[in-house]
């Protein structure tokens, strides 16, 4: 199973009114190669543990690239991952967000769950009808990023898509 998982938003929380968001440092200044990231102190180290756990094949489906790699990947406890390659296109704005159809390209049939915070009822429905195997967009709040729900969520749909059904196992 691939997990997609996007950064801004479900790893580094934004956009709060209150803007109290906890800092995290593992005894550093930051997160190694931070490279004029100044919100990387947001992502919860502890995070990479909890995505490893799901027993899924994570995947970068940021617009960070390679950088999610060099910053994130070992603050997080992560191996270097795969990334999404984005086309180099534009497209009209419309209802469906732009990562939509390259992800579903790169999952080629495969089963996937998508986090991120842009997801939307267009994505989910354009899935359903251009995806064969059990997909999950699960959007992610982004003011207080992954939670403890989210993963819930997650791990809940994993179980479940996992059981042979005679229907379909689209969410």
Request: with cysteine; charged share 25%; glycine share 10%.
């Amino acid at each position: 199973m691939l997990l997609f998982l996007d950064v801004d938003g479900p790893l580094i929380p934004f956009g709060a009114a209150d803007r109290a968001y906890p800092v995290y440092d593992r005894g550093r200044a930051g997160p190694p190669d931070a490279g004029g990231h100044p919100l990387l102190n947001r992502v919860d180290p502890a995070l990479g543990a909890r995505l490893g756990g799901l027993g899924c094949e994570l995947v970068w489906a940021t617009t960070w690239m390679d950088d999610a790699n060099a910053c994130l990947a070992p603050w997080l406890g992560l191996p270097a991952l795969p990334v999404v390659r984005w086309p180099d296109e534009d497209e009209p704005p419309g209802l469906l967000h732009w990562k939509t159809r390259p992800l579903v390209a790169w999952a080629a049939g495969r089963p996937f769950v998508w986090i991120d915070d842009e997801l939307t009822e267009a994505d989910r429905a354009w899935v359903a009808v251009h995806h064969p195997a059990p997909a999950l967009l699960h959007r992610v709040d982004h003011r207080y990023g992954l939670t403890g729900a989210d993963f819930t969520a997650v791990a809940d749909w994993l179980r479940l898509s996992a059981r042979p059904l005679g229907r379909s196992r689209r969410r």
